[in-house]
């Protein structure tokens, strides 16, 4: 295997690890303190404040010390953050945890971002960032699908955090394996300020930093209601919905090099359309075979739309931009997902679950409105030819 694609690699088990937590952690932090799950949802909004409170110094941190020792000491760090959450049980513990998680996660793809183009040839780089956007999507939605599924018994109940965790360690460590694997050339520092843009956000991806907010809401939405509602469930056998429509990215993945024959416009419409009709089935039918096939639908619209929108932000980046490109997509996509999982959880405690969906189809209705009227507009007049 290649030092690309062994990167590739390694970001997949990254967010895997990371986003099969993702379903159970409110649950758990309700239990572990006491809490309600209100506040246990709005504690994932932490997660995405320790990445932005590291991001300006993203830069600084990459020019000055070794990018591969950077993402080993985080992969150490996440490790223990997962350990931490199994075993921590006091407000300020669950504090810190979600914090320190964030500015792990996000250090930790800002170091395999950048030496995934380091290791790349420069004629061969929008192409390897595009592959490694495709993995990062790949291990989101099956960690989701593993996490959702482990955490559940055949019969009835819980399996727990503790196999989720054990998993979710595991992945982290094998993850660090591959990127041990790689060979880093030496690069010398160019005195990069201590607090700066560079390699955090990308300005000229603004526009489309709000589009994805908006879908990746969506998202966020369904991750902690397999613990709330039945609704979830595939008939009397325990296979959460989730987990089914990660077996629907997963088949699509094996197929998306026919999505770089279709255009962007057509993309992003269709699948943002697909989001809205598998939640509307999953609303209006009981019948199994309806419920995965809207399971389906959502797994593969969720792939497509994030895919896209992703090419769309590499598009925008010149070629000294392009882990600025990706993290400010990430950025975009984890904050969706944590005010998604904190809204979820709170209309969950006052059993509001339609209203739930509801609020997710709108905010996929206007999420393409904010793409047919301002985004794609914005996005054909700076791309690069």
Same mark, same amino acid.
């Given at each position: 295997?290649?030092?690309?694609?062994?990167?590739?690699?390694?970001?997949?088990?990254?967010?895997?690890?990371?986003?099969?937590?993702?379903?159970?952690?409110?649950?758990?932090?309700?239990?572990?303190?006491?809490?309600?799950?209100?506040?246990?949802?709005?504690?994932?909004?932490?997660?995405?404040?320790?990445?932005?409170?590291?991001?300006?110094?993203?830069?600084?941190?990459?020019?000055?010390?070794?990018?591969?020792?950077?993402?080993?000491?985080?992969?150490?760090?996440?490790?223990?953050?997962?350990?931490?959450?199994?075993?921590?049980?006091?407000?300020?513990?669950?504090?810190?945890?979600?914090?320190?998680?964030?500015?792990?996660?996000?250090?930790?793809?800002?170091?395999?971002?950048?030496?995934?183009?380091?290791?790349?040839?420069?004629?061969?780089?929008?192409?390897?960032?595009?592959?490694?956007?495709?993995?990062?999507?790949?291990?989101?939605?099956?960690?989701?699908?593993?996490?959702?599924?482990?955490?559940?018994?055949?019969?009835?109940?819980?399996?727990?955090?503790?196999?989720?965790?054990?998993?979710?360690?595991?992945?982290?460590?094998?993850?660090?394996?591959?990127?041990?694997?790689?060979?880093?050339?030496?690069?010398?520092?160019?005195?990069?300020?201590?607090?700066?843009?560079?390699?955090?956000?990308?300005?000229?991806?603004?526009?489309?930093?709000?589009?994805?907010?908006?879908?990746?809401?969506?998202?966020?939405?369904?991750?902690? !209601? &397999?613990? %709330?509602?039945?609704?979830?469930? =595939?008939?009397?056998?325990?296979?959460? $919905? *989730?987990? @089914?429509?990660?077996?629907?990215?997963?088949?699509?993945?094996?197929?998306?090099?026919?999505?770089?024959?279709?255009?962007?416009?057509?993309?992003?419409?269709?699948?943002?359309?697909?989001?809205?009709?598998?939640?509307?089935?999953?609303?209006?039918?009981?019948?199994?075979?309806?419920?995965?096939?809207?399971?389906?639908?959502?797994?593969?619209?969720?792939?497509?739309?994030?895919?896209?929108?992703?090419?769309?932000?590499?598009?925008?980046?010149?070629?000294?931009?392009?882990?600025?490109?990706?993290?400010?997509? !990430? &950025?975009? %996509?984890?904050?969706?997902?944590? =005010?998604?999982?904190?809204?979820?959880? $709170? *209309?969950? @405690?006052?059993?509001?679950?339609?209203?739930?969906?509801?609020?997710?189809?709108?905010?996929?209705?206007?999420?393409?409105?904010?793409?047919?009227?301002?985004?794609?507009?914005?996005?054909?007049?700076?791309?690069?030819?």
């Amino acid at each position: 295997m290649s030092s690309p694609l062994r990167i590739c690699w390694a970001s997949m088990l990254l967010f895997a690890s990371q986003y099969m937590l993702l379903p159970i952690l409110p649950a758990v932090l309700a239990i572990n303190i006491g809490l309600s799950v209100v506040y246990a949802g709005m504690f994932m909004l932490l997660q995405t404040l320790g990445m932005l409170l590291v991001g300006p110094f993203h830069g600084f941190l990459i020019d000055t010390y070794r990018r591969k020792y950077i993402g080993l000491i985080s992969f150490f760090v996440l490790t223990l953050v997962s350990a931490g959450y199994y075993y921590a049980n006091s407000f300020v513990e669950f504090l810190l945890l979600p914090l320190l998680h964030g500015i792990a996660l996000g250090l930790a793809y800002l170091s395999l971002t950048t030496i995934c183009i380091d290791v790349t040839a420069s004629g061969d780089r929008d192409r390897i960032n595009k592959k490694l956007g495709g993995f990062v999507h790949l291990g989101i939605i099956l960690g989701v699908a593993l996490g959702s599924f482990l955490s559940r018994n055949n019969g009835d109940g819980y399996y727990g955090f503790l196999p989720v965790m054990l998993v979710s360690i595991g992945l982290v460590v094998w993850g660090a394996l591959s990127l041990i694997s790689v060979p880093v050339p030496f690069r010398a520092p160019i005195g990069m300020p201590v607090c700066s843009l560079d390699r955090f956000f990308l300005p000229r991806t603004w526009v489309l930093t709000l589009n994805v907010v908006l879908v990746s809401f969506v998202f966020g939405i369904f991750l902690p !209601l &397999i613990y %709330w509602d039945d609704r979830f469930m =595939v008939d009397t056998i325990i296979i959460p $919905y *989730l987990t @089914v429509a990660g077996v629907g990215f997963l088949l699509l993945f094996f197929f998306k090099s026919i999505l770089k024959r279709i255009d962007v416009w057509k993309l992003i419409t269709t699948s943002i359309v697909l989001i809205v009709v598998a939640i509307s089935v999953f609303l209006l039918f009981d019948q199994i075979v309806l419920r995965v096939i809207s399971a389906f639908l959502l797994g593969i619209a969720l792939e497509v739309v994030g895919l896209t929108f992703l090419f769309m932000f590499v598009d925008l980046s010149h070629h000294c931009q392009r882990v600025a490109a990706n993290n400010s997509y !990430l &950025i975009a %996509w984890q904050l969706g997902v944590s =005010v998604g999982i904190a809204v979820a959880c $709170y *209309l969950c @405690v006052n059993k509001q679950f339609n209203l739930t969906f509801q609020l997710a189809m709108f905010s996929a209705t206007i999420a393409l409105i904010f793409f047919l009227l301002v985004t794609y507009p914005y996005y054909k007049k700076r791309k690069r030819s």
